[in-house]
């Protein structure tokens, strides 16, 4: 398949309404959308990413009447967050309408459901006419891309276009709020941190704090795996340093130039920016092993920590 490369939302646009499949820019990562009503068009996304077919997608609106055709019923609860984090790296899942496709929600009876605040993103799902279901557009298992030359890497030949944006500005993805059950919670941390949802809705809960919750089914698969395996450190002092190991941190090694390669980071929101592109570029440079310095886990630290957690699983 000839893959593509275009800057026009409004061509990319016309690939979703043919029933084909884009890559597109948002504020968290690169999305690999399909028009949400077409379970063909969407099969075609299982397919380019080698995704598991029981990991629900996330349906990406324009505005906020398309949430109409997607949830069942919006509680108050859903529509104060919506009214404050939409647009933005919110996902809520909300109890399914009847008429969205099962292969977007994977069977179950919720749905997730995001508004982009990437202006490119904007202008391609308007120009869509339909709520978009994109996950990430990488391989699954491999980290998610914060460029399109990356998603180029990653789905050359196996999708039909790409549409170019800058650099992701979150680059972590989005944060997934259940809000189909009376306590919201968080089954994904991400670009909106508990403490700003708490601000709204105080009796909001990371879901690994609750018994027995349900899990969302995506957090049980292998991700964010980069060829090198990933080490975590409390210090940069704890990394070993040598030409095929790469340091990424809050902190600055004091023999950086050992490392074959280093990143420093001037705050968490710089780290989660940096993450999984430094993961591809250690990548391509044949690197064996990145450490990564652990961060504390509050606002933007704990989708951070998550991620380095999955990454340094084997
Ligand atoms: P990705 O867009 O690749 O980051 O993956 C989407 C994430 O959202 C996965 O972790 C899914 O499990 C999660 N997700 C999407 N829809 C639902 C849903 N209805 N219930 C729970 N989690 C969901
Ligand atoms: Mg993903």
């Given at each position: 398949m000839n893959t593509v490369l275009t800057s026009s939302p409004e061509k990319a646009a016309a690939f979703i309404r043919a029933g084909d499949v884009v890559a597109f820019p948002t504020e968290t990562v690169y999305g690999l959308g399909a028009d949400s009503f077409n379970p063909d068009a969407v099969e075609k996304i299982f397919e380019a990413k080698g995704r598991p077919q029981d990991n629900p997608l996330i349906v990406h609106v324009a505005n906020l009447g398309q949430i109409e055709g997607l949830a069942a019923d919006v509680t108050d609860t859903a529509w104060r967050l919506i009214d404050r984090f939409?647009?933005?790296p919110l996902t809520i899942i909300l109890r399914r309408h009847?008429?969205?496709?099962?292969i977007v929600t994977a069977g179950l009876d919720t749905v997730g459901i995001r508004m982009p605040s990437h202006p490119v993103a904007q202008e391609f799902l308007t120009a869509c006419d339909t709520p978009v279901a994109a996950p990430s557009a990488n391989l699954s298992g491999r980290p998610s891309p914060t460029s399109w030359q990356t998603v180029h890497a990653n789905l050359n030949g196996r999708i039909s276009c790409i549409l170019k944006g800058g650099r992701t500005d979150v680059g972590i993805e989005s944060t997934v709020l259940d809000c189909s059950r009376r306590t919201p919670m968080v089954l994904r941390a991400g670009g909106v941190t508990l403490e700003d949802l708490q601000e709204i809705v105080p009796r909001t809960r990371m879901a690994d704090e609750i018994p027995d919750r349900p899990l969302s089914?995506?957090?049980v698969h292998r991700h964010y795996v980069p060829n090198a395996s990933v080490q975590l450190v409390s210090h940069p002092s704890e990394a070993q340093p040598s030409a095929s190991a790469a340091f990424i941190g809050l902190d600055a090694p004091s023999n950086g130039a050992a490392f074959g390669l280093t990143r420093m980071c001037e705050s968490k929101e710089a780290y989660a920016h940096e993450l999984f592109d430094f993961f591809y570029e250690c990548d391509r440079l044949d690197m064996e092993t990145i450490y990564c310095q652990k961060v504390d886990e509050k606002g933007l630290g704990r989708g951070l920590m998550d991620r380095l957690l999955r990454a340094a699983q084997r």
């Open positions: 939409f647009p933005g009847p008429d969205v496709p099962s089914p995506g957090q």
